[in-house]
């Protein structure tokens, strides 16, 4: 049976925002703080470390029973018994991991568009990550998305959906006004230097 999810303040891990802090002290802060869903992600790591901290994240957002998403790789996923996958649009199709994983796993699917978006749900996503909303730091390959794209492609689809791209905790109101489930956030909560208030802070916004 799939895991509920609340999508409202998404973790995206990256090595890069944390300025040489221990990963998994980090998102234990943003967890203890209020963070709803982790998605671990490490491009560029080798499977085997990939896998070890994978395991180590998996603990560790149980303890706090958070649901981990893994990026890209099924394998890692299953290996650790993660709660599913996120794709973006150059990764595996979303039919074919879906066939792959069965239908006891969330498959998160990246749309930059409604034509994109759509596309994803009908090959079985669950939830849909669109950006970058605001332009991003930590993809220099994505355009910006804006609030009205966002707003768009939330009128397309009928499945959560989350913002992800320079969100922060000052602008989070702004894509949940959209419609949107909540926003993925990388370097918005883990560049910060006190992580746990800004996480605090993104909960007082979902809250009002």
Known sequence: MKPVIDYSIYLVTDEACLHGRPLLECVEEAL???VT???YRAKAADGGVLYAEACRLKQLCDKYGVPLIINDRLDIALAVGAAGVHLGQDDLPCAVARRL???DYIIGVSAHNPAEAVQAVSEGA???GCGAVF?????HDVAKLGLENLRAIRKSVAVPMVGIGGITADNYAEVLATGADGAAIVSGILAQDDISAVVKKLVATKQK
């Open 37 to 39: 869903l982790v998605q």
């Open 101 to 103: 994983l069965g239908e």
């Open 135 to 139: 332009g991003t730091a930590t993809k």
């Open 32 to 34: 203890a703080a209020g």
């Open 126 to 128: 669950d939830y849909l």
